[in-house]
């Protein structure tokens, strides 16, 4: 049993489980019309389900000041991710929709990436991180 926990407490000091190629990707965000409300940012990490709420790979909401915001996601494997992020002016946890279905609220994507119609794919949004980076967005 001795033997056990030593050969336990080995392991964890020479083969520790924490992720060693962690990063940190921060996003910050500009070009909000006003500091009213909040602004939720999230991040993927694969092109299915991209850009639709309920479905990144970790979502927060952070205040807003002086139109401008800023997040980090630590601990993050390296690899492919895109951020989506939208003005939430009336803290109804939503990004409002007119009647023909074009939003209401400002929101941006990763590479400040646009289509016309839709929202901008994966790809197009997609930042590789291979260590720490910072990424800018203009929301409008």
Known sequence: MVYSFFLWVFTLVYFPTTETNALTLTVNVSGFPSNAGQAYVGLFNKEKGFPEFGKQYIGKVVAIKNQKCSVQFTGLPAGKYAVATYHDVNKNNKLDLN?????????????????????PSFSEAGVSCSGNKTISITVY
Request: aromatic share 24%.
């Open 99 to 119: 009647f023909f279905g074009a939003p209401t609220e400002a929101y941006g994507f990763s590479n400040n990436a646009r289509s016309t119609f839709s929202a």
